[in-house]
Nanobody
Framework: QVHLVESGGGLVQAGGSLRLSCAAS????????MGWFRQAPRKEREFVAA????????YYGDSVKGRVAISRNNAMNTTFLQMNSLKPEDTANYSC???????????????????WGQGTQVTVSS
């Protein structure tokens, strides 16, 4: 069992930045690939970013590419999502997710991730 807790969300003006954190506990963090997803009201859950267990491979959704960066610190059992140049359409609840994997294969499918946090709300005002 992996327990994930997100933090760092909030209200920010368009063009601003936020850094989300996801703290993991319960299992060996480096045994898991990590992902970030978001969901806005009345919309499907959307892939944002993912990172391999060792941090050597990352992948981003088209809507955020060039504006966000995912990273991880295995010694701290934490993954991060740095978001810059935020837009009102980035407003959503952001969740981190964990998938048992020690390969560098990245997956963007929510169903591939077995563990989820509760999420943190990001609101971008225009």
């Amino acid at each position: 069992q992996v327990h994930l807790v997100e933090s760092g969300g909030g209200l920010v003006q368009a063009g601003g930045s936020l850094r989300l954190s996801c703290a993991a506990s319960g299992r060996t963090f480096s045994d898991y690939a990590m992902g970030w997803f978001r969901q806005a009201p009345r919309k499907e859950r959307e892939f944002v970013a993912a990172i391999s267990w060792n941090g050597r491979r990352t992948y981003y959704g088209d809507s955020v590419k060039g504006r966000v960066a995912i990273s991880r610190n295995n010694a701290m059992n934490t993954t991060f999502l740095q978001m810059n140049s935020l837009k009102p359409e980035d407003t959503a609840n952001y969740s981190c997710a964990a998938r048992p994997s020690t390969s560098v294969i990245i997956t963007t499918t929510p169903g591939s991730y077995g563990y989820w946090g509760q999420g943190t709300q990001v609101t971008v005002s225009s």
